[in-house]
């Protein structure tokens, strides 16, 4: 019914700057949250930035000033900015959003993209 398409990943030196992308498809009638979640080899997923309906967003301390969520309603998409990239940043990024499939379905369903691996490496 509806799937997330991510983009942007890849090998970039400690500095460096990346842009990922996160499209959403299928049967949608509205997009609440959109967000970015990452995980590292042996670690737990979590989240790293979202950004609400209304454009409010927030992020994980560790990101904080590096990195920029935004989002393009009319594409249903979701952008993240990533900048001054450490390389405690490697990990696979997630988006994730709330999605609401039609106007007579009054809940909204959680959906994530299939992953991207950013490497931060010299």
């Known amino acids: 019914q509806v799937q997330l398409v991510e983009s942007g990943g890849g090998l970039v030196q400690p500095g460096g700057s990346l842009r990922l992308s996160c499209a959403a498809s299928g049967r949608i009638f509205s997009i609440y949250n959109m967000g970015w979640y990452r995980q590292a080899p042996g670690k737990e997923r979590e989240l790293v930035a979202v950004?609400?309906?209304?454009?409010?967003?927030n992020y994980a301390d560790s990101v904080k000033g590096r990195f920029t969520i935004s989002r393009d309603n009319a594409k249903n998409t979701v952008y993240l900015q990533m900048n001054s990239l450490k390389p405690e940043d490697t990990a696979v990024y997630y988006c994730?959003?709330?999605?609401?499939?039609?106007?007579?379905?009054?809940?909204?369903?959680?959906?994530w993209g299939e992953g991207t691996l950013v490497t931060v490496s010299s």
């Open positions: 994730k959003m709330v999605i609401r499939s039609s106007s007579g379905i009054s809940y909204a369903v959680d959906y």
């Open positions: 950004i609400t309906g209304i454009s409010s967003t």
